[in-house]
Every structure is written in C-alpha cells, then in structure tokens.
C-alpha cells in the first residue's frame, strides 16, 4: 500500500513538472515589428468631419428618411475627402452601397478590400434625454466626438477615407489594387448593400487577397489574466437561427383547465433546452484565441490553459460561468419570446416561443434543428425555423501572409497591445466576401473598455478624439502594408 501511495505521489509530481515545463516554454505567438514612424494627423479636423458625419441620421430602419440621408453624407464624403473622390473610382451598388476602386500597379495581384458601412441603429425616444449630447448632434466634448455612429461605424468609414485622403496628398500609389466597400444597410442584414458588392465582385472574377471589416476591437482590461489590451480580430463570425416553437390546445375557460395547457406544454419545451445546451469546446476559434492569449497571461492562467490536453473540463466550466466567455465556447440558447392567451382567464388555442441560437463555427442550422428536436422530444410541439438563418463564417487563416500584414500593422501602431484571432459573436457585412478570400478579418482599431462597450448601440456612444487619430494611422499603415 506504501509502494502504492509513494508512486502516486511521484506520478504526480511528475506530472505538475511536465505540465509547469509546458507553461514556462510556452512561446508567444505575439510578431516583433518595431513601431511605425507617426504619421502627422490633425486629430480636431479629423473629428470635426466624422463629427459632420454623425449629424446626418443615416438610420437603416428610417424608410421614410433613408433616401435623403444617404443621398446627402454621399455628397458630404465627396465634399469631405476631394482627393478621393477625385482619383479613385466610385459606383453605387445595390441600395445605397458605395464601391471605390484605387487601381493598383501590377493588376495581377489580388486586391486588398477594406469595408464599413453608414448605417446605424435607430436611438429609442425615451433614452435621448439620458444622452449627454444630442445622438445626432455630432458635437466634439471633453476630448470625444459624440453621437450614434461615432464608434459603430462611421469611424470605420471616415478612418479608411482620412487614410486614403493622406495618402493621395503623400503622392502613394498601391501596387496592389485597393477597394473600399461601404454598406448602408448593415444593422438590418446587409442584404442590399454588402450583399451585392459581393455579387458584383465575384462575377468580375475578384478573389481578394486581404479583407477588413469591423467586428473586432482592442479590448482595455477586458480578457481575465491579461494586463496589457488586447486587439481582438475576428478571424469567424457566429451563425444565426431562430427556431419557433408552437402548441395548440382546445382553447375555454380557466376554470376547467386540462392538465397541460398549450403555455405549459411550451414552457417544458424551453426548459428542456435550457437545461440541455451545446456542448462546450476549447477547439477551433476558441482554440486559437488561447493560443495567442494564453502564453501572455500571469502564471497560474497560463499553467492552466498551457494544459488544456488535461484540463480542458474544468477550463470550460470555469469559462461557461461567465456569459461573455461562454457564448465563445458553445453554440447559444436564448429563449426570447413567448406568446399564449389573449387574458388572464382565457386557455389559449395557441402558444408559441421563439429561441435565437448563435451558432459556433462546426455547428451549423441543420444540426441546430435536429437537437431541438432531440431535445424537446415533444410531438404536440411544432419546431420551424423563423425568418432567414444563417450559417457560421468560415474561419481564416492566422499563419497566411495576409494575416501577418495584419498582425505587424496592428503591432506597429499599438505596439502595447496583444494580438489575437477571435470569434464574433453578432453579424457583419464581411460574411458576405467569405466566400470570395480566405483571408477575412474584422476589427476597428480603437480601444473600448467594458462600460465603452455598453455605449455601441447604447447610451452616449462616443470616440475619443486621440483614439480616432490611432484609428487613421492604422488605416494609412495597413494600406502601405498591404498594397505597396
């Protein structure tokens, strides 16, 4: 028995120092660059124009106004940026998209694309008098420029022409060709705008070496175990499907209920999935995503997750206990709307529920349909998918020339920051080039906090000014990078 518990404890030991071994030699996957040389910008008229920008209400769900809105920050950008609109080629596309084209020098190579769009959600009228400075206003305070859109995502826009406006003036001329493409219905699908920019570029045969969205961010004392910010690229983007759930009962008073009711024969169902969700996986996306966070975590996480051949159970617990790092790992269930009887006293004929999944690049809609039927088990209950379903990204490469471009640009303007490959939880209108490059990305360089993030599509969405200018210069880094 001695002989027993003294080669347990040997193994053990064993064991902690094979495991510590591969912590302390776990390498970075962090590029050395050197920092760029710091390009001159005139961060108050910069901000003035996105500013300028913000104050024309381009808002996608505003049928009535939309025309005119649009039709007017199209003039303001070819006011704003006359270079631009002077040298590049530009054509509508679709309802409201803008295409510009800056020809590259040697036509054989495949073009860098960079994307955002104009668009942006609508502000409820019962928050706007909680708004520091008007949504629509486009004032410049206290070292921020104000207002809806400010981050999501005519920074985007306004950066990428701000970058492209200096370059012109600078006499640069890619060797690669350049595109710039701008939805204006991205928060409402993208449907009519990205979505025919990338009808148009594949029937004239386009494979994009590089594309750029938003999505991603650098994320400030967000990612546990890691001090310094964190550039989060989107190197996938989440699936979406919601899955309606119906039952039907005799309908009558309350009084002489039957012993399941169509409401309670529905709540089982959504229980039932509640208490039964996707499994959880440290592979894939997620996978990568500790590759390149992992080795510049303090040393407890980084013993931790440099052993996830051994303790992967136990890290996805640790990580399902936190919505913000589960949805990462799994495929998500969310019950989000229920409906049964029209009173408090009326049975009713009819229940039905609505459940959204985000759905994990490896999962797909099919598989989504199928383990809600499994799992609700239910005959009484009709299963069907609601409205338009879309299936997870593909994933991009993290080791193709495209990526280190990326990566040194990034590193070069914020040198202080960790680079890493990342899921996106919501949709962006690079889904819809996926299929033309395998190489697509989806970051907008600025730094956020955890409250910052409550302000994109919330209360007092605002950039700082200084951010906005990094913002530039990125811009100007990636197309000198990536194109010359």
């Known amino acids: 028995m001695r002989r027993i518990a003294l080669g347990l404890v040997v193994a053990l030991v064993l064991l902690i120092g094979v495991m510590t071994v591969r912590a302390t030699a776990w390498k970075s996957r962090q590029l050395a660059a050197a920092p760029a040389p710091l390009l001159a910008v005139d961060s108050r008229a910069a901000a003035e124009r996105l500013a300028g920008a913000i104050r024309i209400p381009t808002v996608s769900e505003d049928a009535a106004r939309m025309d005119a809105a649009f039709r007017e920050i199209q003039e303001y950008l070819a006011r704003s940026f006359p270079r631009t609109d002077a040298a590049l080629r530009k054509e509508a596309i679709g309802a409201r998209g803008l295409l510009y084209a800056w020809p590259g020098a040697d036509p054989t190579l495949s073009p860098v694309v960079l994307m955002g769009h104009l668009d942006v959600v609508p502000v409820q009228k019962d928050s706007e008098k909680s708004w520091s400075h008007p ?4 004032e410049t305070a206290g070292g921020f420029v104000w207002g809806r859109g400010s981050l999501d995502d005519k920074a985007g826009v306004l950066g990428i022409l701000e970058a492209a406006e200096t370059l012109l003036a600078q ?3 890619p060797r690669r060709t350049v595109l710039f ?10 449907r009519a705008g990205a979505a025919e920019i990338a009808t148009v570029l594949r029937r004239r045969g386009i494979s994009p070496w590089l594309v750029v969205d938003e999505g991603g961010l650098i994320a400030e004392g967000i990612v546990p175990g890691v001090r310094a910010p964190v550039a989060l690229v989107g190197i996938a983007e989440k699936g979406y499907a919601t899955v309606e759930l119906a039952a039907e009962s005799a309908g009558g008073h309350s009084s002489m209920p039957p012993r399941h009711t169509a409401v309670g024969v529905l709540a089982r169902a959504v229980s039932r999935l509640e208490a039964a ?3 959880a996986t440290l592979r894939g996306v997620g996978g990568e995503f500790f590759d390149f966070v992992g080795p510049e975590m303090a040393f407890p996480m980084r013993f931790a997750f440099a052993n996830r051949w051994l303790l992967a159970p136990l890290l996805e617990g640790r990580l399902a206990a936190s919505p913000e790092t589960d949805a990462l790992i799994r495929t998500t ?7 049964g009887g029209p009173k408090d006293n009326v049975l009713p004929s009819r229940a039905r529920a609505a459940v959204n999944f985000r759905i994990l690049p490896g999962d797909s809609v099919a598989g989504v349909l199928e383990h809600v039927r499994r799992v609700v088990r239910d005959p009484a209950v009709r299963v069907r998918v609601l409205g338009q379903a879309v299936e997870p990204s593909p994933v991009s490469s993290t080791d193709s020339p495209s990526w280190i471009a990326l990566q040194r640009t990034i590193r070069q303007i914020f040198p202080d920051a960790v680079v890493a490959p990342y899921l996106v939880l919501g949709g962006t209108d690079a889904r819809y080039l996926a299929p033309l490059s395998a190489n697509v990305y989806r970051f907008l360089p600025v730094r956020l906090t ?11 969405e605002r950039l700082a000014t200084a951010d906005y200018a990094s913002a530039i210069r990125f811009y100007e880094r990636l197309l000198r990078n990536a194109a010359q």
């Open 135 to 138: 949504p629509f206003g486009g």
């Open 171 to 173: 006499g640069f001329a």
């Open 181 to 190: 493409a701008f939805g204006a219905d991205e928060e409402t699908g993208g």
């Open 277 to 279: 969700p996707f499994p």
């Open 333 to 339: 269930t969310a019950a989000t709307m229920f409906e």
């Open 450 to 460: 955890s409250r910052d993030l409550a302000r994109v599509h919330g209360i007092d």
